[in-house]
């Protein structure tokens, strides 16, 4: 059972490149979340989605934008990287009736140059 | 608005010792709280979560956490540390049940032999 899982696991990206990072979850969970993780701030909502379909604003998401391509995955996508997104990524997902315990993925270390 | 502080950032213990990390929530409702552990390179962990009935709520590899609403406070304890607990923890608050959390800035621990 692989959980959740993210690719790449490191990227480096010139400023006004843009990619796509990967999450798949194989737990059949409904809610999926993408966090960024940044020293002394400790990690920030930047979207979620609590259902195939449908995606939310977290705490922080401007430069960014998700799909929720199916139950099992959600993707994450700087359309032109800036220097303050580096960062680690991390995706995480929800069995709902489980009352908040979050499943999380190893992260993505990204850094723009 | 919402938050949770963690004010030690970094607290070194000799190996047996016992251990208390600190955390300090602000959220108008009752909360639901969760400390996380992540081991370096790894994603985070759940060790324990409070939601209602008894305050002190006991976790996984020995720790416990005890919450004081009068204190606005969810420390976590344990009584002998094992090198092994070296890592950074998290402590979150739960916006109601939608998985969205905010998280503390973290805490690192240092485990001397």
């Known amino acids: 059972n692989a959980g959740v899982t993210q690719t790449p696991k490191f990227q480096v990206l010139k400023t006004g490149q843009s990619m796509t990072l990967q999450c798949a979850q194989d737990?059949?969970?409904?809610?999926m979340y993408w966090y960024r993780q940044d020293p002394g701030m400790g990690l920030r909502l930047i979207y979620y989605?609590?259902?195939?379909?449908?995606?939310d604003k977290g705490e922080v998401p401007n430069g960014y934008n998700v799909s929720r391509l199916n139950k099992r995955e959600f993707s994450l996508r700087l359309e032109s990287a800036a220097p303050s997104q580096t960062s680690v990524y991390f995706c995480?997902?929800?069995?709902?009736?489980?009352?908040?315990?979050?499943?999380f993925g190893s992260g993505t270390q990204l850094s723009v140059l | 608005a919402q938050s949770v502080t963690q004010p030690d950032i970094h607290i070194t213990v000799s190996e047996g010792a016992s251990l208390e990390l600190r955390c300090n929530y602000s959220?108008?409702?009752?909360?639901?709280l969760f400390w996380y552990v992540q081991s370096p390179g790894q994603g985070l962990q759940l060790l324990l979560k409070?939601?209602?009935?008894?305050?002190l709520v006991q976790g996984i590899k020995g720790f416990e956490a005890e919450f004081k609403r009068s204190q606005s406070s969810f420390n976590l304890r344990k009584p002998s540390v094992h090198w092994s607990d070296a890592a950074e923890y998290f402590c979150?608050?739960?916006?109601?049940?939608?998985?969205?959390?905010?998280f503390g800035q973290g805490t690192t621990l240092q485990v001397k032999p």
């Open positions: 989605s609590a259902s195939e379909g449908t995606t």
């Open positions: 409070y939601f209602s009935g008894d305050t």
């Open positions: 959220y108008g409702a009752t909360p639901y």
């Open positions: 737990m059949n969970h409904n809610s």
């Open positions: 995480a997902s929800r069995m709902d009736r489980d009352e908040e315990k979050l499943f």
């Open positions: 979150a608050v739960g916006l109601g049940n939608t998985g969205k959390l905010i």
